[in-house]
């Protein structure tokens, strides 16, 4: 009988999160990521209606306050659908947020009796919301047609928005599951910190109404950029200030760079924390 003898070593360098090692345990990831689409739907009455509930509902709370009463302006686009445009991609980054910043402690079991890429928690958490969104998305399409909204040729960039949404999710995953692992405050405090990023981003106004000077300090936010892509995509809105737009997409790419540093310096602790 002939014994197999799996050797595993650890990886050189900060910046290698080892990506190939990932392709032999790709049912692990899937069924992680299936994992977690069932754990959102157990045991709800209305199953996957609740993806379509939150963006809708907190459009309708938008429009009230800062279309109807603050006044605030939309570019020339019906209110509802000028909030519902930011609030899809919005709504998918902060549940990928939500279960990334706390994943290696929520599989903590998982980390301390098995081996696998670790990289696999975080990158099933910011996958799984794409099914969300895409239900979602279904629902902007029929406002869009009911408001008299066609898309414009700059749909077709539509896909590089939705990939930077899911970089800058997986950048940020990759800071703060390591640090929720030493510090559970880091948990607690998401919540929060997600709802002070909502409104330091444009999803409830435009950029338009950022002075000029401010703009590419503002554009620092990576999610500026995602969120103008989907409005001129979608909305076909004047085309979205290409110098905020490149800044945006600077600062996700120093997310991912710097999450890659921060979760291969604390990986070999995982296990002897969590």
Do not use: C
Not at 21 to 42: C, G, H, N, S, T
């Amino acid at each position: 009988m002939i014994q197999s003898t799996v050797v595993i070593e650890s990886t050189k360098g900060k910046l290698r999160l080892d990506l190939k090692a990932i392709w032999p345990y790709r049912d692990l990831l899937y069924l992680m990521v299936w994992r977690e689409i069932k754990v959102r739907y157990k045991q709800t009455a209305i199953g996957a209606g609740w993806a379509v509930f939150q963006p809708l509902m907190t459009m309708v709370v938008f429009s009230i306050i800062f279309g109807r009463f603050a006044k605030l302006p939309s570019d020339g686009v019906p209110y509802p659908v000028f909030a519902l445009a930011a609030l899809l991609p919005w709504t998918y980054f902060n549940q990928a947020i939500a279960r990334g910043g706390i994943g290696l402690v929520t599989h903590a079991n998982l980390l301390t009796k098995v081996y696998f890429p670790r990289l696999i928690i975080p990158l099933a958490a910011v996958l799984a919301p794409v099914v969300d969104f895409l239900v979602a998305f279904v629902i902007l399409v029929a406002f869009m047609l009911w408001f008299g909204i066609r898309p414009s040729w700059g749909v077709l960039a539509l896909p590089l928005f939705v990939l930077l949404a899911l970089l800058t999710a997986l950048g940020t995953s990759l800071w703060l599951a390591p640090m929720n692992v030493r510090y559970r405050d880091i948990g607690q405090a998401i919540p929060l910190g997600m709802q002070l990023w909502m409104y330091g981003s444009p999803v409830a106004y435009s950029v338009s109404m950022i002075p000029e000077q401010w703009r590419l300090l503002y554009s620092l936010n990576p999610m500026v950029g995602v969120i103008e892509g989907f409005r001129w995509g979608l909305l076909g809105k004047q085309s979205p200030d290409f110098a905020v737009m490149a800044m945006s997409s600077v600062a996700v790419l120093a997310f991912v760079f710097g999450g890659v540093v921060y979760f291969r310096m604390m990986e070999r602790t995982f296990a002897d924390v969590v």
